[in-house]
């Protein structure tokens, strides 16, 4: 987390005369259980008058962080704690407002917040500007519409305005310019505004480091890449997919028509998720990710084929009972996934269709910095957004003895993602892209080690009968491909002996001879 001290913006008021200097963030910004919904009605975006911040830059940094062109001074004019610290007053409109309340901390007055309804959120508003303030945070009305429009919901220039328009069952524009409250300090408060407004900076891009191929066979994709568990970006492998040529925003929103896909825990027709995804900036945008798409439109699962390197998929031995393998991934500008390992121990590729992707990857024996997984895997914390990862941490990259493998991932190219490595990914402009995770012959043996665990129940996922996986993929395996599990169980025991075995001077150098050493 950024500290209240070295973060400086440069403000221009347009309004008042006294500039101010910065600033910090918040840990974690308020972000609950995912839903949304669909309504009709025109949309207005509202339009802010105030303070633009130029520009953000971080002391002791290479470079300055840059705001989006757009981007416009927070709507109730909330300033960065640091921001008091340079102030000619002391005076923080944020406790005057909140009485007794002013010794909890930002987070829990907004866990608090977070219990009401709308109706009171409302009320709570006018009993002071600081009450104002914390009831008009976005998240909370994000929330609010997530849990309550059951029936989808179309986005109406806000959270808050999306959700009154669904409460009062209104088509009637609503447009919220918000009253500005002086001498507000607020890190936590600021901190959503502040990362949905930056602009990635150019060294967070222009690493690549990936291995990069184009035309290669699939004999030498498994022994080179897959067969060691290395990722490799592959070009030219999407020139005859349909889906290519065919896949702009009109034909998608013609060929599905009312069909509903998933975004988070609600289902949404996609030209309701355009309208979202074309008026919102937020820190966490909401991600279309649906692994039922070519079911629900079948022209879709036509418009593309898998890569031949990629062929072999031994979960198709379960037919339906499979995990879930495949999705269809749209998402705006700043959308994404934070770190995370793909589910079941499985491995993955990635196309970009259109738009572009920023991937950073770690290898398994290596966490991230800034994630925090659990001792059984079964969770893990990363307590900051995807822009709050770059900010925060992608600088502590660059001192590691093993550097993460980063790339661009542009439309017509595809990303092997092996088992097991953790991979964050953000959308450079707004993306669609095509995923699948698959089990080959090279990573059967992790997959049925998963799938045994003794909390398989909590960790796999894609499926309704966890418990029974293991078993029904393990003798589904064996009826299919006789001899097939044997063969890797061998084959495993002797890669395994052979890294064991010492060489000549291992041996006359280690003073526990003949004990073994392992080395990666």
């Known amino acids: 987390m950024l500290s209240s001290k070295n973060l400086l913006l440069k403000t221009k008021m347009t309004r008042r005369k006294q500039s101010r200097k910065p600033v910090s963030k918040k840990p974690n910004s308020i972000a609950k259980k995912p839903k949304f919904e669909s309504n009709n009605s025109e949309s207005v975006l509202p339009t802010m008058e105030g303070d633009v911040y130029e520009q953000v830059g971080e002391e002791g940094e290479d470079g300055n962080f840059s705001l989006k062109g757009s981007a416009r001074s927070h709507s109730h004019g909330v300033q960065p704690l640091g921001n008091l610290y340079v102030s000619a007053s002391s005076f923080n409109s944020r406790n005057t407002g909140l009485g007794n309340l002013q010794t909890l901390t930002d987070e829990l007055v907004l866990d608090i917040l977070g219990l009401l309804s709308g109706p009171h959120l409302g009320v709570l508003s006018t009993v002071s500007k ?179 390197y990629f062929n072999e998929d031994l979960f198709s031995v379960l037919g339906d009972e499979r995990p879930d393998y495949r999705w269809i991934i749209i998402g705006p500008t700043g959308s994404g996934s934070s770190f995370h390992i793909d589910p079941n121990s499985t491995s993955a590729w990635n196309a970009v269709i259109m738009g572009s992707k920023k991937w950073v990857l770690f290898p398994p024996d290596m966490v991230p910095p800034g994630v925090f997984p659990s001792p059984d895997g079964a969770e893990v914390a990363c307590p900051v957004s995807i822009i709050e990862w770059f900010m925060n941490f992608y600088n502590a990259t660059k001192s590691l003895k093993k550097r993460p493998v980063e790339c661009v991932c542009k439309a017509g190219e595809v990303i092997f993602v092996p088992n097991g490595w953790w991979h964050l990914v953000i959308n450079l402009e707004d993306s669609v892209a095509i995923t699948q995770n698959f089990v080959s012959r090279r990573n059967l043996l992790n997959v049925l080690d998963f799938l045994k665990r003794p909390n398989a129940s909590t960790l796999v996922s894609g499926t309704k009968d966890r418990v029974n996986l293991h078993d029904k993929f393990k003798n589904a395996i064996t009826e299919s491909l006789p001899g097939t599990l044997d063969e890797l169980i061998v084959k495993a025991e002797e890669k395994k002996n052979e890294q064991k075995k010492l060489t000549f001077w291992e041996s006359v150098t280690d003073s526990k001879v003949g004990a073994f050493r392992f080395s990666f």
């Open 130 to 308: 600081s009450f104002y303030v914390f009831c008009n945070h976005e998240p909370l009305w994000k929330n609010l519409v997530l849990d309550t429009c059951s029936t989808g919901f179309l986005y109406n220039g806000s959270w808050k305005n999306t959700f009154v328009a669904h409460y009062t069952n209104s088509c009637n524009n609503i447009v919220s310019c918000g009253i500005k409250v002086r001498d507000f300090y607020s890190d936590y408060l600021f901190q959503s505004w502040l990362c949905a407004n930056l602009e990635m900076k150019p060294e967070w891009i222009e690493r690549d480091n990936i291995v990069r191929k184009r035309g290669i066979s699939v004999d030498e994709f498994v022994s080179n890449f897959e067969e060691h568990n290395k990722p490799v970006l592959l070009e030219g492998c999407l020139e005859n997919w349909p889906a290519m040529q065919k896949w702009d925003r009109e034909y998608l929103i013609e060929v599905c028509g009312d069909a509903r896909f998933s975004v988070g825990p609600l289902q949404m027709k996609l030209e309701d998720y355009f309208r979202y995804s074309d008026q919102v900036r937020e820190e966490r945008p909401l991600y279309l990710f649906d692994p039922k798409f070519a079911e629900k439109v079948p022209d879709l699962g036509t418009d593309y084929q898998v890569p031949k």
